[in-house]
């Protein structure tokens, strides 16, 4: 994972914010994700990509600023167990990641339909072949972060594919 990946993760979550919610958004300074993590996250919407890059992405809320984002979102106060709020976390990391993926040239990358996890404490494990980053944030709304993992993928050794038929020669 490159500087100009971690940018296009900033940028679409700027650009996120401010369309869809109203809401400004300020990064922090990435890490990585082995570092202790700087918030007691309870809601996540997880995104998995597969094509040219694979990994997979994380957004990140403790549940205080998930209910403000979410009411910023909708335009409504929503339980934290309802399908609804659910879905909305699921369609904010997808239009995060959809947005990323788009500036990500001259790659073929497919995202999958988002997951959503509640629960105090809970953890989400990163794909232990692929660099980590958590980008933290912070808005009116509260803390939250964007963690990806994300590598290219390997060539397969397949007859077709010229470069593994080079190596192989």
Aim: aromatic share 6%; proline share 5%; hydrophobic share 40%.
């Amino acid at each position: 994972m490159d500087a100009s990946q971690i940018t296009s993760f900033v940028m679409s979550t700027h650009q996120v914010f401010s369309t869809m919610l109203s809401l400004n958004v300020t990064a922090g300074k990435p890490y990585t994700c082995c570092a202790v993590s700087r918030f007691e996250n309870e809601v996540s919407g997880i995104i998995g990509m597969s094509g040219d890059m694979q990994g997979m992405v994380v957004l990140s809320f403790p549940t205080a600023t998930a209910r403000n984002v979410i009411r910023a979102f909708t335009g409504m106060d929503m339980d934290v167990n309802s399908p609804d709020f659910a879905d909305a976390v699921g369609e904010l990391v997808n239009m995060i990641s959809g947005s990323a993926k788009a500036k990500f040239e001259g790659k073929n990358i497919s995202i999958s339909c988002p997951s959503v996890v509640l629960g105090k404490g809970h953890k989400v494990a990163q794909p232990s072949d692929a660099l980590c980053i958590t980008i933290p944030f912070e808005c009116p709304a509260g803390q939250f972060s964007v963690e990806i993992a994300i590598k290219h993928a390997q060539a397969e050794a397949h007859p077709n594919n010229k470069t593994s038929a080079a190596k192989a020669a």
